[in-house]
């Protein structure tokens, strides 16, 4: 009697895998999605671009970092903390801002193109990721040393009363 019964589950209902490879399955679904989302924010989050963060969610920190402008936008910081030849690195909006020459400022996602880390420092005309050595030129954000192949995505900021202005 036990023969029939095998064979009436086994011919009504689809065949399954055992448990274990459901399982594993499982295991290997939730760990794709998780290392998928974790390789989104790594590269710059779900924002349209690249650099992790959006004005509208921004929020002002307690040690004189990023602050909500009048006009809209976010102050990074005083343009006077820019040196010519130089730059700093905001890491709460993942930005970097420079000034290649006097008076003239760019602003770059300061998330590397090759694996999503932060960009470290801004010394000798180079913006330097720390992880595998990528460098960027500060007059355009554009790679002077790999591994990394893209460009860093240019920002859109201002300057207002000395103010660095992401908007």
Same mark, same amino acid.
């Given at each position: 009697?036990?023969?029939?019964?095998?064979?009436?589950?086994?011919?009504?209902? @689809?065949?399954?895998?055992?448990?274990?490879?459901?399982?594993?399955?499982? #295991? #290997?679904?939730?760990?794709?999605?998780?290392? =998928?989302?974790?390789?989104?924010?790594?590269?710059? +989050?779900?924002?349209?671009?690249? /650099?992790? %963060?959006?004005?509208?969610?921004?929020?002002?920190?307690?040690? +004189?970092?990023?602050?909500? /402008?009048? +006009?809209?936008?976010?102050?990074?910081?005083? =343009?006077?903390?820019?040196? &010519?030849?130089?730059?700093?690195?905001?890491?709460?909006?993942?930005?970097? &801002? &420079?000034?290649?020459? @006097?008076? *003239? $400022?760019? %602003?770059?996602?300061? &998330?590397?193109?090759?694996?999503?880390?932060?960009?470290?420092?801004?010394?000798?005309? #180079?913006?330097?990721?720390?992880?595998?050595? /990528?460098? $960027?030129?500060? *007059?355009?954000?554009?790679?002077?040393? +790999?591994?990394? =192949?893209?460009? #860093?995505?240019?920002?859109?900021?201002?300057?207002?009363?000395?103010?660095?202005?992401?908007?």
């Amino acid at each position: 009697m036990s023969q029939a019964h095998e064979q009436t589950t086994t011919g009504d209902a @689809p065949e399954r895998p055992p448990s274990g490879d459901l399982a594993r399955r499982g #295991l #290997l679904l939730g760990v794709s999605v998780v290392g =998928a989302a974790g390789l989104a924010a790594a590269c710059g +989050g779900s924002s349209d671009d690249g /650099s992790g %963060a959006t004005p509208s969610t921004a929020t002002p920190t307690t040690n +004189g970092g990023m602050t909500e /402008s009048g +006009g809209g936008g976010i102050v990074l910081g005083a =343009a006077a903390d820019i040196p &010519v030849g130089g730059g700093k690195v905001f890491k709460g909006p993942k930005i970097v &801002v &420079v000034q290649p020459k @006097p008076g *003239e $400022y760019h %602003a770059y996602t300061a &998330v590397c193109t090759h694996m999503g880390c932060t960009v470290g420092s801004v010394e000798n005309g #180079l913006i330097r990721c720390p992880c595998h050595g /990528s460098e $960027y030129r500060i *007059e355009s954000g554009e790679v002077a040393r +790999g591994p990394a =192949a893209k460009a #860093l995505v240019e920002k859109l900021i201002k300057i207002s009363d000395g103010k660095i202005i992401l908007v």
